[in-house]
């Protein structure tokens, strides 16, 4: 069987060939009731024969088309944690920084020791409070009051240990300005509730064993606001101390590694994502050219058939007229 080449466009699936049609076929399809059609159909089984690409062309696209999503969702969700990922670090260098001034100095101290000394008001404070909630365990037990409410200390100093733990300054940042923001509405809460529970002619004295519903909550809004602000007061203390103590250090600005690995992996899966669309594009290109070779096919046989239709009439038509003319010479 002969073939020939229809270029519809190039693809990675390689050129559409298209069968030879056979005068002899085209003949006697032509002069044949639905010969035209049967021929097609035999034409078009010839030409998928010779273009064995389109299952692998619909595989490739299905697939394709799959791992794409795939690989847009984790660059979505990378891209995510990239836009909250800090591209530097700052850290504290050894050598030694522009010596700050003496009033600077004083005035850390003054307030690292400021600060100290209100948290250990705080636990003073913290430990009235237990004592005079009346629980049996603490009800004579100052000193384990104050040790029961040093807790909160523990929860400071667990809250820093985390925030050295963090892997860049936008996420320290962010745990700060968090605290920050937490201590502040527990001062404000703190104070408001003072002021409720302390107000002159308050009704009830004892306001931290009342049985009264307006007493209780009151009274756990002035606990848990005191916690809240003895907890974010500890972060700011240890905070301070750790400027203080680092203030002789170079603080130093470098490249996060793990925003430039963020960044590497961005970039390989766009690569990614376009070699699958390019390989998606040549299938589809593919189909779409052996549709239109399909069509392509089809016409040629009929256009063929209607041909030779044409040619036997004329022939049968000229063969009649001549008969006719020797009849009526002879």
């Known amino acids: 069987m002969n073939v020939h ?24 399809a032509a002069i044949r009731n639905g010969g035209a059609e049967e021929l097609a159909r ?5 030409f998928e024969l010779l273009n064995p690409g389109v299952h692998q062309a619909q595989a490739v696209i299905t697939q394709g088309d799959r791992q794409i999503a795939f ?17 530097f670090s700052t850290l504290s260098s050894n050598e030694p920084a522009a010596r700050p001034a003496l009033l600077h100095q004083l005035t850390g101290i003054f307030l690292l020791l400021l600060g100290l000394f209100a948290l250990w008001m705080g636990n003073r404070v913290g430990a009235a409070y237990v ?16 040790l029961f409410m040093g807790v909160v200390l523990l929860a400071s100093a667990a809250l820093k240990a985390f925030e050295l733990g963090l892997p860049n300054d936008r996420a320290r940042s962010l745990l700060q300005g968090s605290v920050f923001a937490i201590g502040l509405l527990a001062v404000v809460i703190w104070v408001m509730a003072m002021a409720y529970s302390f107000a002159p002619e308050a009704s009830g004295q004892n306001w931290l064993t009342s049985a009264n519903a307006s007493s209780r909550v009151s009274t756990i809004a002035l606990l848990i606001s005191h916690i ?24 130093i600005v470098v490249s996060n590694p793990h925003f430039d690995e963020m960044e ?9 994502i376009l070699s699958e ?19 392509d096919a089809e016409s040629r046989v009929h256009a063929g058939c209607q041909r030779e239709a044409a040619r036997h009439q004329h022939a049968r038509e000229a063969a009649i007229a001549a008969a006719q003319t020797n009849f009526l010479n002879s």
């Open 5 to 28: 080449t229809t270029d519809f466009g190039r693809t990675g699936f390689g050129d559409i060939r298209q069968p030879e049609l056979d005068l002899a076929e085209l003949r006697a």
């Open 71 to 87: 690989l847009e969702q984790t660059q979505r969700r990378l891209e995510r944690q990239f836009v909250a990922t800090a591209p």
């Open 228 to 251: 809240l602000s003895d907890i974010a007061l500890g972060f700011v203390v240890f905070h301070g101390g750790e400027k203080l103590l680092l203030g002789g250090k170079r603080r």
């Open 277 to 295: 669309a390019l390989k998606v594009g040549e299938a589809e290109d593919y189909l779409r050219r052996f549709g239109a070779g399909v069509r």
């Open 131 to 146: 004592v005079r909630s009346g629980a049996d365990l603490y009800a004579t037990d100052t000193d384990g009051a104050a």
């Open 264 to 272: 590497r992996r961005i970039d390989a899966l766009h690569a990614e």
């Open 42 to 46: 035999r034409n078009r089984e010839r």
